[in-house]
């Protein structure tokens, strides 16, 4: 099998007739950020359009977008944008698009696009949808998809089959195959055999649990336990999740009713989307189960379970802020708090970060690894394996997953004879061409990171990154003087103030005489020109130095030269 290309592809051919383009613009190297681009005949169609969260490597970013670049002028073309579920990766860069074109066709489930509206009305645009179920077919453009059922942690999760005359497509979304789901809606394998059958030119399947051996723990397992929790708790029981983890919830009401307890849902996105979810029949609230979340000072302890968001340490959701007191929902000794999630790889610091001050308050707290509190949404290798001997492709591209996952994803197709030059490995941005009945990558397309940071969307680079995270790590030191313009002679200064750096300022004493000498001699090498950049680098070679070889540290180094 191919390794992962090391080194980008040149630029990719200009398509020719009788070919199907695919160019994954997320979800290949990370978890996270998932968008795939299709092209037949000038057309467009978009599967999915999520975002990444950020890691503790990039301060201040709030969600991380795809790199729309290489679509931006050809927003016409767009036929649709098909939605496989509604997770945030897979929904949650959709207005971030809308806002360059907002009547681009929105194709999903009722439980998907609910979602998303909810999520468009935020931001103030009013899409343009068309609800679709499995069994069903639709014609965007020239491509015709099919949407069959796949199981996964959110109702109404789909696969979509794609037809066009130079090949067909099977993107599988994320998926799992529980066969005891809570809502009883199966992952159709009859539907993927038969197409299967009628021949699958490129099979697009979940990589996230490709490491994992054997089956997915099925989402009831999950009950027994949880009633365990609940039957011995004494106090307050505060359960964290994704808010659109419409499964997990659904066990926290049942276990709750069946020990008497009264639920309140904290966080904002929590509050919407299970309303949302209850509205549209797919979450079962037991009758007088829910309360305001306002209720609960007035309830005892014993009667109280939390919903909430969090559970991936993030320091502005619920979770996070009842860890570090800034919440009206407190924890103590006596209370349980339930991760009922899986850490999302990039992650582990922060999540460990709130369990640490959460235990810290005298709570226990209970996650995947202590008792069985979570199961994964994504298929384990022996289920990749049923699925790639029930649909047989004749080319496979192993999506949704770091690199180690799509490499392992890769080595199940090989295992059940896909021949290894039909296995594709390909990184975000990569251009995939099928013609012929035979995949290839033919080149690559500029792709990168969009970060969302407060109102600002793209602005953001690496650069500015590295120097949020040089101010966090190292600190931060200020350096001013005044020259005479005539002269070139130091008239005052040099003033040094240190931000972030645990040594007092006086501790730069010593060094000032360094610089006055250093600036003199500037002036006088080039006696005939004075350039106060080149007196500020003069300041910043230095301190530089100095701060590097006295106090062994590298902060961020803002000199100042103005002329008097």
């Keep these: ?304 379970v939390l919903m909430c968001t969090g559970s991936q340490g993030e320091p502005m959701a619920a979770l996070g802020r009842i860890a570090q007191r800034d919440h009206r929902v407190s924890v103590g000794p006596g209370d349980v708090v339930i991760l009922a999630s899986s850490l999302i790889p990039g992650n582990e610091n922060a999540v460990f970060r709130v369990v640490n001050g959460l235990m810290a308050l005298g709570a226990e707290v209970i996650h995947k690894g202590s008792a069985t509190v979570h199961t994964s949404g994504h298929a384990s290798a022996g289920e990749l394996l049923y699925c790639y001997n029930i649909v047989r492709p004749r080319n496979v591209l192993p999506i949704h997953g770091e690199v180690r996952h799509l490499i392992a994803n890769g080595r199940i197709a090989e295992s059940t004879g896909v021949p290894r030059e039909r296995i594709v490995l390909a990184e975000d941005g990569h251009v995939i061409d099928l013609r012929d009945g035979v995949a290839t990558t033919v080149g690559a397309v500029p792709n990168g990171y969009v970060y969302v940071d407060g109102a600002s969307v793209g602005e953001i680079s690496e650069a500015d990154l590295k120097d949020r995270r040089i101010l966090g790590d190292e600190g931060f030191i200020s350096l001013f003087a005044v020259v005479s313009s005539e002269t070139g002679a130091l008239i005052a200064g040099p003033e040094i103030h240190a931000r972030g750096v645990a040594e007092d300022d006086q501790v730069f004493e010593q060094i000032r005489p360094e610089i006055v000498t250093a600036l003199e001699q500037a002036v006088a090498d080039r006696p005939d020109r004075r350039d106060t950049y080149q007196l500020q680098q003069v300041m910043r070679r230095v301190v530089g130095r100095y701060v590097s070889r006295r106090l062994r540290r590298r902060p961020m180094i803002i000199p100042i030269v103005i002329e008097s």
Excluded at 3 to 29: A, N
Excluded at 157 to 181: E, N
């Design 1 to 304: 099998m191919s390794p992962v290309l090391s080194e980008r592809p040149d630029p990719p051919p200009q398509l020719g007739p009788g070919t199907l383009r695919v160019i994954p613009l997320g979800g290949l190297g990370d978890v996270g950020r998932n968008m795939t681009v299709l092209e037949f005949e000038g057309r467009l169609l978009i599967i999915d359009c999520g975002v990444l969260f950020p890691e503790e490597t990039q301060p201040g970013v709030d969600l991380i977008l795809p790199d729309f670049a290489v679509i931006a002028d050809r927003l016409d073309d767009v036929a649709a944008i098909v939605l496989t579920h509604g997770h945030e990766d897979h929904i949650g860069a959709v207005p971030y698009l809308l806002r360059q074109k907002p009547d681009i066709p929105l194709v999903g489930s009722r439980l998907t696009l609910a979602f998303l509206e909810a999520k468009l009305r935020e931001h103030r645009i009013r899409p343009i949808t068309q609800v679709v179920e499995e069994g069903q077919t639709e014609s965007l453009g020239p491509f015709d998809c099919e949407f069959v059922a796949v199981n996964h942690s959110i109702p109404d999760a789909l696969a979509v089959h794609v037809t066009t005359p130079a090949g067909t497509v099977l993107h599988t979304g994320d998926f799992k195959m529980d066969q005891l789901p809570l809502d009883g809606r199966i992952t159709d394998l009859r539907a993927f055999a038969r197409l299967g059958e009628a021949g699958v030119d490129l099979f697009m399947t979940d990589s996230t649990n490709a490491e994992v051996p054997g089956f997915t723990v099925a989402e009831k397992e999950i009950g027994p336990t949880l009633d365990a929790i609940f039957a011995r708790a004494r106090q307050k029981i505060v359960v964290a999740s994704f808010s659109s983890h419409v499964h997990r919830v659904q066990q926290v009401l049942d276990s709750a009713a069946a020990h008497g307890r009264k639920v309140a849902f904290v966080g904002r996105s929590m509050v919407r989307n299970m309303g949302i979810a209850a509205e549209m029949g797919y979450l079962d609230v037991p009758e007088d189960t829910l309360v305001d979340v306002k209720r609960i000072d007035g309830l005892p302890e014993e009667q109280v």
